[in-house]
């Protein structure tokens, strides 16, 4: 039986996992816990193989609750379970200790197969990250593509922000998503229209796509 601990701060995210799992022979949800905070102490009384962690929490938030998971309960697999999909987080959160990564939006059948995965002792990465990160690594590695990046002069930080840009994502939404400021947002984004001397959004797009700086 593996025994799991879902940490959320929303309840209905918690309500919404536990519904997915409740019926899977094999796994049973132990405990829920809000913050990292109440985790460690709900971890004293209740011992669990494995722990599905969301990242963006208030207080003790993932990344600070998975080294002390690592130190205090050591034998506690950790399967991150979260909306947060840059690779920067992604890699930040397996450094720190993590032993999976999947993603909100994963269908029941993956998420059932990661904690099963992180559970056995073996490492997980959801199929829509490795993806991603395969599609960067050929985008890379395409003579074209780097070119375009170098001729740009985009900043590492710059590409990320023209990434969410096309996405659709207001200034705020890129700012909550990178953990940074509006305004530094607002100063990434007219540094991007100057080197690349696109008049507006559309044609900054535009630019990125024909030059090999962006996917259609």
């Given at each position: 039986?593996?025994r799991?601990i879902l940490?959320?701060?929303h309840?209905?995210?918690?309500?919404g996992i536990?519904?997915?799992?409740?019926e899977?022979?094999g796994?049973?949800?132990?405990?829920?816990?809000g913050?990292?905070?109440e985790l460690?102490?709900?971890?004293a009384?209740?011992?669990?193989?494995?722990?599905?962690?969301?990242?963006n929490m208030?207080?003790?938030d993932?990344f600070?609750?998975?080294?002390?998971?690592?130190?205090?309960?050591?034998?506690?697999?950790?399967?991150?379970?979260?909306?947060?999909?840059?690779?920067?987080y992604?890699?930040?959160?397996?450094?720190?200790?993590?032993?999976g990564?999947a993603?909100?939006s994963?269908?029941?059948?993956e998420?059932?197969?990661?904690?099963k995965?992180?559970?056995?002792?073996?490492p997980?990465?959801?199929?829509?990250?490795?993806?991603?990160l395969?599609?960067?690594?050929?985008s890379l590695?395409?003579?074209?593509?780097?070119?375009?990046?170098a001729a740009?002069?985009?900043?590492?930080?710059e590409?990320?922000?023209l990434t969410?840009?096309a996405?659709g994502?207001?200034?705020?939404?890129?700012?909550?998503k990178?953990?940074?400021?509006k305004?530094?947002?607002?100063?990434h984004?007219?540094?991007?229209?100057?080197?690349?001397?696109a008049?507006?959004?559309?044609?900054l797009?535009k630019?990125a796509?024909?030059?090999?700086m962006?996917?259609?």
């Open positions: 039986m593996i799991i940490i959320d701060d309840a209905i995210i918690r309500d536990r519904s997915l799992l409740r899977e022979p796994i049973e949800v132990v405990g829920e816990a913050s990292g905070e460690l102490n709900t971890l009384t209740t011992p669990c193989d494995v722990v599905v962690l969301d990242l208030p207080g003790t993932g600070a609750t998975i080294p002390q998971l690592r130190q205090h309960y050591p034998e506690v697999r950790i399967l991150v379970l979260s909306m947060l999909d840059n690779e920067r992604v890699a930040q959160a397996i450094d720190l200790g993590a032993s990564y993603l909100k994963t269908g029941r059948a998420l059932l197969y990661a904690i995965t992180v559970a056995a002792g073996r997980y990465l959801c199929t829509i990250i490795g993806l991603a395969l599609r960067k690594m050929h590695e395409s003579p074209n593509g780097a070119t375009a990046r740009s002069g985009l900043s590492k930080r590409l990320e922000v969410l840009i996405e994502l207001t200034n705020a939404e890129i700012a909550d990178l953990f940074t400021s305004r530094t947002i607002e100063t984004r007219q540094n991007i229209i100057e080197k690349t001397q008049k507006n959004t559309a044609a797009i630019y796509v024909s030059q090999g962006l996917t259609d």
